[in-house]
Each structure stands twice: as structure tokens, then as C-alpha cells.
């Protein structure tokens, strides 16, 4: 199971509209910055089959300026 944690940075005045957009997408938690123009996405996928497809979602988001890995966790399932 795939958890992985990124920094969003939005296009100059996009971050409500890429916080919502995130938001909507299974798979995904959004945390707004409060004093920046940020956002802290969490992805947690159940298969690597879900974390391509989520990825091949976030490669179309328009409103992403930078998205940067900061962290990232596959734990088998035994």
C-alpha cells in the first residue's frame, strides 16, 4: 500500500481551485498552508496499479505549478 506525502504548489491565485481538485480525487487527503501558497497532499493507494493511475490523474492537473515528493512509504502486505 503506497502513502506518499508531496508539496503543491499552485499557479499564482489557483490554490483554492487545486485544493478542491485534489480533494476530489479517491485517494487523496489535502491540508491547505495557512500562511503560504501550499498544500500538503497525502496520497494512501491500495496497489501499485491505483498509485500509477493516481499519478497519471495528477500528470493532467493544470492548476499544479510544482508538485514535489517529500516522502514515500509501500508497505507489503504479508
Do not use: R, W
Amino acid at each position: 500500500m503506497p502513502i506518499k506525502s508531496y508539496l503543491a504548489h499552485p499557479h499564482q491565485g489557483k490554490k483554492t481551485e487545486l485544493m478542491q481538485t485534489l480533494a476530489s480525487l479517491d485517494h487523496c487527503e489535502v491540508i491547505p498552508a495557512e500562511n503560504k501558497e501550499l498544500l500538503i497532499l497525502i496520497t494512501d493507494t491500495e496497489s501499485n496499479l491505483q498509485e500509477d493511475n493516481l499519478q497519471e490523474q495528477l500528470n493532467t492537473i493544470s492548476s499544479i505549478k510544482l508538485l514535489a515528493l517529500v516522502s514515500g512509504f509501500n508497505a507489503s502486505k504479508n
